[in-house]
């Protein structure tokens, strides 16, 4: 088999205190394949860890210990070139909360340019890139505002835009849709969803929201620094009172087939992260009950 994308053996961060302050160990012995082209949500409380395991992918903090390695690069060598450091941060290209933080120019269009601008792409190629970007992510009729005056949504798009001029292989968005508005939030994860689906993108997706995880191929939950849970949307979210335990909620279809079968309505195991597949298991039990009765 392949190489994975992001392997992570063992993977521990702490931060150094300072002046009397205790080391906080963030990050402990987490170990994770992530495969090329995977969508991968996180989920965990506040303080799990998620941010922490985010910004060791590009480097922007270096591993403690353990083994990290990110396509194909080592993560834990610290000799790495500048020149290697530079394509790994190309290749894993992140998105943070708030989209004030992340655009840099007046104008939405230099503002995608402003990365492969740095790495060096030339004219044509760059403005091409960058009409290519603002095509993908739908802003392509804002490339000559300027992104103050766009929605939350919008400036996320912009951002996510930047790092696609880049041609990265990995989009991480470390809770990059909690300040939008459900219209916004909408907009951004339609967009990534499509990159995924359709230019295999490796999208790891960092979330509160128990709906838009539902959609990843995989859902990894943080605890305390170490991974309490993985597996498919439907098989998380069966764990529901493990979740509940560490302050996470379920989606409200999968809590609702938790609480039929708590009152002793016999569903079947199947697709609960859907209202679709909720209504299904509904739906069967109900033709089986007919049966038995008839
Ligand atoms: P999450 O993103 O899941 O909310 P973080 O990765 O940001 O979690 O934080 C994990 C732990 O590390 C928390 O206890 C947090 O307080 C601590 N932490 C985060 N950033 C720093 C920092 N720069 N210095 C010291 N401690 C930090
Ligand atoms: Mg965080």
Redesign the pocket.
């Known amino acids: 088999m392949a190489e994975p994308f992001i392997h992570a053996e063992n993977l521990a961060f702490t931060?150094?205190?300072s002046g009397g302050?205790d080391d906080?160990?963030?990050?402990k012995n987490v170990t994770l394949d992530i495969q090329k082209g995977e969508f991968v949500a996180v989920l965990?409380?506040?303080?799990?860890?998620?941010?922490?395991?985010?910004?060791l992918l590009n480097l922007i903090l270096e591993p403690t210990s353990g083994k990290l390695t990110v396509a194909g690069f080592d993560l834990c060598n610290k000799d790495m070139s500048e020149e290697d450091l530079i394509a790994l941060r190309r290749c894993v290209g992140m998105v943070f909360q708030n989209p004030d933080n992340q655009l840099v120019a007046t104008i939405v269009e230099d503002d995608v340019a402003f990365g492969p601008e740095n790495l060096g792409v030339p004219m044509p190629e760059l403005r091409e890139r960058v009409e290519n970007a603002l095509a993908t992510v739908g802003m392509s009729e804002f490339a000559e505002q300027e992104p103050h005056h766009l929605s939350g949504g919008q400036k996320q798009r912009v951002a996510i835009a930047g790092i696609l001029a880049m041609h990265p292989e990995c989009l991480v968005l470390?809770?990059a849709t909690a300040m939008l508005d459900p219209v916004g939030r909408k907009e951004v994860l339609d967009t990534v969803r499509r990159l995924n689906r359709e230019d295999g993108m490796t999208v790891i997706h960092?979330t509160h929201y128990m709906n838009e995880a539902a959609y990843a191929d995989r859902i990894v939950v943080?605890n305390d620094?170490t991974i309490l849970m993985q597996g498919t949307p439907d098989e998380v979210f069966s764990r529901r009172d493990e979740l509940r335990a560490v302050g996470l909620e379920v989606p409200q279809c999968a809590e609702l087939i938790h609480r039929l079968r708590k009152i002793g309505i016999p569903l079947e195991e199947g697709n609960i992260s859907s209202i679709e597949g909720c209504a299904e298991l509904i739906l069967r039990s109900f033709k089986k009950e007919g049966a038995a009765n008839g």
């Open positions: 931060y150094k205190g302050t906080i160990p963030a990050l965990g409380h506040n303080g799990s860890g998620k941010s922490t395991f985010a910004k470390d809770e960092i943080i620094g």
